[in-house]
């Protein structure tokens, strides 16, 4: 029987290399990685306290420290923080079982790329109802065979899991949204400093034990940001207000948030939606429609074009340069005149600068 009537606790998990957002992951961790000039994992964890989810342990372990140095105790955003970090990965569950010592009562658990508006409050009495020992929330997809379909029955248990199925073979659209939540005794399933995920190891064992498995349904707003069209959609979703994150309350669908010590140019024009960083300079006839993010100390020059692009920080766009559907990384400088459509521009694993396709049709 659940023990926890509230749920305070969390961990997020925060692992891979993210492979499908290279280049921009080479020296920066995914959940780092900017929306609307704040650290993604900053969101996440806003999004968390918002249901007074405050003990939260970030489970780590590629570029640890570069995260645990930027959000130290977790005080500056209203939570206390925890942080374990796996010498090589343990996989999703084993890297929960890894922060058991954190996790005495009723918890959740995120993956650390997905940005959602599920409703925490109600899938908590969703599983205090159905008594589960573990509820993972469901999320509708029109293609599933990308990712892990969830089959219940009539009463929102689940039967089956299939990974990746073939489009011959799909049972259901339901799949799994990466959001759980576990009672504590489950852990004793998962094996000590071994790699095992959640998907392919303890829910089918789970299953096999016959212990209470529910599918929570839910249909708002979810995206996994695990490519880097995924990423500028996700941004350009906030900016157009189709989602909203408790870090960035009254964005309307056209404002332009500039801080206060970015310079602009009067003759300059931009057209929302767009956020300007701290200390960036605008220059005479920029052009800049939204939705546009410009990170910190960037250097916009005169006569430059900027359309549907996010950059990051310390970037110079040369005079008269062109940028449409483009993710520029930190420090980047973009010459005199040159166009960029499309594409990424960043450091690439060799340190230099170099340029990736980015593809216009699935950054919504
Ligand atoms: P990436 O390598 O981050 O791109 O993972 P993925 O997008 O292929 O996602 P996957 O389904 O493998 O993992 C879901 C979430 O769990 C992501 O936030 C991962 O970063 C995280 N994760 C995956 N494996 C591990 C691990 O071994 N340890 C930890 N701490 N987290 C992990």
Redesign the pocket.
């Known amino acids: 029987m659940p023990s926890s009537s509230t749920l305070t606790k969390a961990v997020?998990?925060?692992?891979?290399?993210?492979?499908?957002?290279q280049p921009l992951?080479y020296y920066m961790p995914?959940?780092m990685m900017p929306l609307l000039n704040r650290p993604f994992l900053e969101h996440i964890i806003a999004y968390l306290a918002k249901f007074k989810v405050t003990d939260i342990t970030?489970?780590?372990?590629?570029l640890p420290e570069l995260i645990r140095s930027h959000l130290g105790d977790g005080s500056n955003l209203g939570v206390q923080l925890h942080y374990?970090v796996?010498d090589?990965?343990?996989?999703?569950a084993?890297?929960?079982k890894?922060a058991n010592r954190y996790l005495d009562s009723t918890f959740a658990v995120?993956?650390?790329?997905?940005f959602t508006d599920l409703n925490i409050a109600d899938m908590l009495a969703f599983h205090q109802h159905k008594k589960a020992k573990v509820t993972i929330a469901l999320t509708w997809v029109d293609n599933p065979c990308a990712f892990?379909v969830v089959e219940t029955d009539s009463e929102d248990r689940v039967r089956r899991f299939t990974e990746k199925p073939n489009t011959n073979k799909v049972t259901t659209h339901w799949i799994n949204a990466?959001i759980y939540i576990l009672e504590p005794e489950i852990l004793r399933h998962i094996p000590v400093s071994s790699?095992y995920?959640f998907?392919r190891g303890l829910f089918p064992l789970l299953l096999k034990l016959n212990e209470p498995v529910y599918g929570y349904p839910f249909r708002g707003y979810w995206l996994?940001m695990?490519t880097p069209e995924k990423y500028l959609c996700l941004n350009c979703d906030l900016l157009l207000a189709k989602m909203s994150s408790p870090l960035t309350p009254g964005l309307g669908q056209n404002s332009v948030c500039c801080e206060k010590d970015a310079t602009v140019h009067p003759s300059a024009k931009i057209m929302g939606p767009a956020v300007i960083g701290s200390r960036c300079q605008i220059d005479q006839r920029a052009r800049i429609e939204g939705p546009v993010i410009i990170g910190e100390d960037c250097y916009v020059g005169e006569d430059t074009s900027i359309e549907k692009a996010m950059l990051w920080q310390g970037i110079s766009i040369g005079a008269g340069a062109s940028l449409k559907g483009c993710i520029i990384g930190s420090n980047i400088r973009i010459e005199e005149g040159k166009q960029v459509t499309n594409r990424i521009v960043t450091l690439d694993h060799t340190g230099l600068p170099g340029e990736s396709c980015l593809r216009a049709d699935e950054a919504g």
């Open positions: 997020i998990l925060v692992g891979g290399h993210g492979v499908r957002l992951s995914k959940p970030l489970a780590l372990s590629y374990t796996e090589s990965p343990l996989g999703t084993g890297a929960v890894n995120l993956n650390g790329d997905i892990g990466g790699y995920m998907e996994d695990g």
